[in-house]
């Protein structure tokens, strides 16, 4: 329940607001409810678990929460043996130095994917930096640094230097790494809506026919087609621009990145399209 503001409109000053007859039911619900909409999006905030109505659109989990099945490391066969935490249903990338995958190294998924929707949560701490990386080719870069693939920033926007590096923000909390800068497109004017260091935030990336969406926190941030003339040419003057044909392979791992500082992970689920 709700007190807002009254705007400095002094005629309103005394104003008052009341609730009554307030209840609440918590048990024997499911007589209560109504039949799903299907033009109505469910969002689901429950933990590592997967809805009915998810699983009938064909969502699963990516991860189920408890071990490291189905995924390895980025430039090794296995999962890393340290570096990397699964406790209390939270995957925990841990600190290090600070660098590029210097420490346990990147994860991926041991399948491949080309038309996905991917959901997942991500808890940051102070000056953190990470990324989830999409179309990810781990043969490509054998030597230092990240494997090589578009990607989700992940990052603490105030305080970690990157979030002022790259071109005109490209390189900040949501953004398709530096090559489109994530801004609020869902409702004009609006920015995009990040819940800050140390609280959960749900990144969504949507890969379908081309067209590719990141959405934060509900919100559409970036949109671009990987095929178009123009994510051609801004590939081409960026740190991506040694890689042939980037980010058009028709399909690729999904990777969590080590980038030496502590994040945390939840509720990382999938749906692929025909």
Not at 45 to 58: D, F, K, P, Q, S
Not at 131 to 141: A, M, Q, S
Not at 161 to 185: C, H, Q
Request: net charge positive.
């Amino acid at each position: 329940m709700q007190v807002h503001s009254i705007g400095g409109n002094k005629s309103k000053d005394g104003k008052q607001i009341k609730w009554r007859n307030i209840k609440i039911k918590t048990n024997n619900l499911k007589k209560e409810s109504w039949s799903q909409n299907p033009q109505v999006v469910e969002q689901s905030y429950l933990v590592n678990t997967i809805t009915e109505n998810e699983a009938r659109l064909g969502w699963r989990l990516l991860w189920d929460g408890k071990t490291n099945k189905g995924w390895r490391g980025a430039k090794r066969i296995d999962f890393p043996k340290t570096g990397w935490e699964i406790k209390e249903g939270v995957l925990s990338v841990l600190a290090t130095d600070g660098a590029e995958s210097t420490g346990p190294g990147d994860i991926i998924t041991e399948d491949l994917f080309s038309s996905f929707e991917l959901e997942l949560e991500f808890r940051i701490t102070e000056g953190a930096n990470s990324g989830i990386k999409y179309f990810v080719n781990p043969e490509l870069n054998k030597g230092k640094g990240s494997a090589i693939g578009c990607e989700f920033q992940i990052l603490d926007d105030k305080n970690h230097p990157d979030a002022k590096a790259g071109v005109n923000g490209n390189r900040t909390v949501g953004s398709l790494y530096d090559l489109i800068t994530a801004e609020g497109l869902t409702i004009a004017g609006r920015k995009k809506v990040f819940k800050g260091v140390g609280n959960w935030n749900k990144a969504r990336i949507v890969v379908k026919d081309g067209k590719v969406e990141h959405w934060l926190n509900n919100e559409k941030v970036i949109e671009y087609d990987r095929f178009s003339q123009m994510f051609k040419a801004l590939v081409a003057y960026s740190k991506y621009k040694n890689w042939e044909n980037f980010g058009q392979w028709s399909a690729g791992h999904i990777l969590l990145q080590d980038h030496g500082n502590t994040v945390n992970f939840r509720s990382i689920k999938i749906r692929e399209f025909n």
